[in-house]
C-alpha cells in the first residue's frame, strides 16, 4: 500500500519504491525494483488511483459492518453459568484468526453467548461457531434428542420404503446453513491427525469422498449438540471411550450369535499360542 500511494504521488524511482516493502516480502529488493520499472501512462495511474479509492471504500464498509456486528452480539445475555475465562484450548495447532473474521474477538463472544468454546472442536472455526448460534441459538431444547437435531439438519440416513422393499437410502435434500457449514467444516479435516481426522479418512476408505463428509459432519453435529446442551467442554478422549464401547458390544453380539451356533469364538492372540 506503500508502494502505490508513493506511485500516486508522483514518485517513479524503481529503487525508492522498493525500498518501501513490507518486510515479510521474501523477495530481494533488486527483485522488487526491477519489477517495479515501466512506463506510468496517464491513464494506468488514474486506474489505478480508483481502484484503490474503491478498495479503501470497501475496506471502510467491512469495519462498519464489524462494528456493528460487535455491537448487537454485546447486547445478546451471556450464558447462564458461563465462566468469565475461557478454558485451556485442546487443538495442538496456534489459533491463527481467518481472513473473513470480524476485527473485534469473535470466539470470546460466542464464548460469553453459549457458554462453550465450539472452536475448540476440529474442524470448526470461529466462523463456523457464529454461523451455528445465530442459525439455532445457544438453546437446543426444542430438540429431543441429537437423533432429532441431526435429522432436523438432514445429516442422518433417510430410507425410501415402498411395500416393505427399501427403494433407496441416503440423506435428504436439506437447505440448512448449519450442515453447509459443518460439512465445509468435515472436509477441512482429511489431514487432521486426531480422532475426527482418522474417523473421515476412515469413512472415506469405506464409502467415499461425498458419504464421508456427510458421516462427519453427523458426528459434528452431535458433538456441538452435546456441548450446548450440557455446557462442557470438547473432551476427545468420550469420543475414544464410546468407540471401545462399540467394539466391546460388537465382540458381546458376535459371541451371543457363535453360541447359539453351537460355537466358540477364540481371539487371534490366544489362538496363536
Not at 445457544?138 to 438432514?154: C, E, Q, V, Y
Request: proline share 5%; aromatic share 8%; hydrophobic share 40%.
Amino acid at each position: 500500500m506503500r508502494i502505490l500511494d508513493a506511485i500516486l504521488g508522483g514518485e517513479r524511482d524503481p529503487v525508492k519504491l522498493a525500498d518501501l516493502c513490507h518486510r515479510r516480502v521474501r523477495s530481494s529488493r533488486e527483485t522488487v525494483a526491477k519489477s517495479l520499472e515501466g512506463d506510468y501512462r496517464p491513464e494506468h495511474v488514474f486506474a489505478l488511483r480508483q481502484s484503490l479509492t474503491g478498495f479503501r471504500f470497501y475496506q471502510q464498509l467491512i469495519r462498519e459492518v464489524d462494528q456493528e456486528l460487535e455491537a448487537t452480539m454485546r447486547q445478546l445475555p451471556r450464558a447462564e453459568g458461563a465462566p468469565e475465562q475461557m478454558p485451556p484450548r485442546t487443538k495442538k495447532c496456534f489459533y491463527q484468526k481467518a481472513g473473513n473474521e470480524p476485527a473485534f474477538d469473535l470466539k470470546a463472544e460466542l464464548f460469553r453467548i453459549s457458554g462453550v468454546d465450539l472452536t475448540d472442536v476440529p474442524g470448526i472455526s470461529a466462523i463456523t461457531a457464529h454461523t451455528i448460534l445465530i442459525e439455532i441459538g445457544p438453546d437446543l431444547s426444542r430438540f429431543r434428542t441429537a437423533s432429532a437435531f441431526t435429522s432436523w439438519l438432514g445429516l442422518c440416513p433417510d430410507k425410501k420404503v415402498s411395500g416393505g422393499k427399501v427403494l433407496c437410502t441416503g440423506s435428504r435434500k436439506v437447505k440448512n446453513r448449519v450442515a453447509i457449514a459443518l460439512r465445509l467444516g468435515a472436509q477441512c479435516l482429511y489431514h487432521a491427525k486426531n480422532y475426527l481426522g482418522e474417523y473421515y479418512r476412515r469413512m472415506k476408505w469405506r464409502l467415499g469422498a461425498p458419504q464421508a463428509l456427510t458421516a462427519t459432519a453427523h458426528k459434528l453435529a452431535r458433538i456441538v449438540f452435546h456441548m450446548l446442551t450440557t455446557k462442557e467442554p470438547y473432551n476427545e478422549s468420550v469420543l475414544v471411550k464410546w468407540d471401545q464401547r462399540t467394539k466391546v458390544r460388537a465382540e458381546l453380539r458376535l459371541r451371543t450369535q457363535a453360541a447359539k451356533l453351537g460355537f466358540d469364538l477364540t481371539p487371534v492372540a490366544e489362538a496363536s499360542l
